[in-house]
């Protein structure tokens, strides 16, 4: 297990992103994006084109290198297919990376007890450019306390849901019947 994550549909993280930009409080941000990418619009009407936009948008809740794999087991595997309610509050973003801040729940939609996320910032990174990490997302706090980077607080947290899974180290949701 690479990591655990709750995986967030991108046509619902590119939607919190349009709503979003149709209020006018993202325009700096989708300038940006296309200042750096070769084409950046709305596409399908589900999500953006671009080829720096994240496609497998989550939460990572643990990661191999911070935990063990007996730990994200134990702590996970009950878990597994659990839809989670996310409150999306703001969306931070520098030259490197962008992310969507995220509130999770104590709990699961059916009520059994979620562990926290053991990043500080918790997000859904969105945006990535090129020679950047999605990694880097974990520092845009920081950086936005220093005037490095940007952020756009929400009129109100915007819901949306996701499920708990488990990622291999090629960057893919390990099927239930695998675990």
Same mark, same amino acid.
């Given at each position: 297990?690479?990591?655990?994550?709750?995986?967030?549909?991108?046509?619902?993280? @590119?939607?919190?992103?349009?709503?979003?930009?149709? =209020?006018?409080?993202?325009?700096?941000?989708?300038? +940006?994006? +296309?200042?750096?990418?070769?084409?950046?619009?709305?596409?399908?009407?589900? @999500?953006?084109?671009?080829?720096?936009f994240v496609k497998k948008t989550h939460i990572t809740m643990r990661f191999w290198q911070e935990t063990t794999q007996s730990e994200m087991k134990d702590q996970f595997m009950s878990l597994l297919g659990a839809s989670v309610e996310i409150k999306a509050t703001a969306l931070l973003w520098d030259e490197t990376v962008a992310a969507l801040e995220?509130?999770?729940?104590?709990?699961?939609?059916?009520?059994?007890?979620?562990?926290?996320? =053991? =990043?500080?910032?918790? @997000?859904?990174?969105?945006?990535?450019?090129?020679?950047?990490?999605?990694? +880097?997302? =974990?520092?845009?706090?920081?950086?936005?306390?220093?005037?490095?980077?940007?952020?756009?607080?929400?009129?109100?947290?915007?819901?949306?849901?996701?499920?708990?899974?488990?990622?291999?180290?090629? *960057? *893919?949701?390990?099927?239930?019947?695998? *675990?």
């Amino acid at each position: 297990i690479k990591l655990v994550s709750i995986d967030v549909p991108l046509t619902q993280v @590119h939607r919190i992103v349009k709503d979003q930009e149709a =209020n006018g409080t993202l325009s700096e941000f989708l300038k +940006m994006c +296309m200042e750096l990418e070769d084409e950046v619009e709305w596409w399908d009407k589900d @999500h953006y084109k671009g080829e720096r936009f994240v496609k497998k948008t989550h939460i990572t809740m643990r990661f191999w290198q911070e935990t063990t794999q007996s730990e994200m087991k134990d702590q996970f595997m009950s878990l597994l297919g659990a839809s989670v309610e996310i409150k999306a509050t703001a969306l931070l973003w520098d030259e490197t990376v962008a992310a969507l801040e995220v509130i999770i729940p104590e709990a699961t939609m059916d009520g059994r007890a979620l562990p926290a996320s =053991n =990043n500080e910032f918790v @997000h859904i990174t969105i945006w990535v450019a090129k020679d950047a990490k999605a990694s +880097m997302s =974990n520092r845009l706090p920081d950086r936005w306390k220093k005037g490095e980077a940007q952020r756009v607080e929400f009129a109100a947290p915007i819901t949306t849901f996701g499920s708990i899974s488990f990622w291999d180290f090629e *960057n *893919n949701p390990i099927p239930a019947e695998e *675990n």
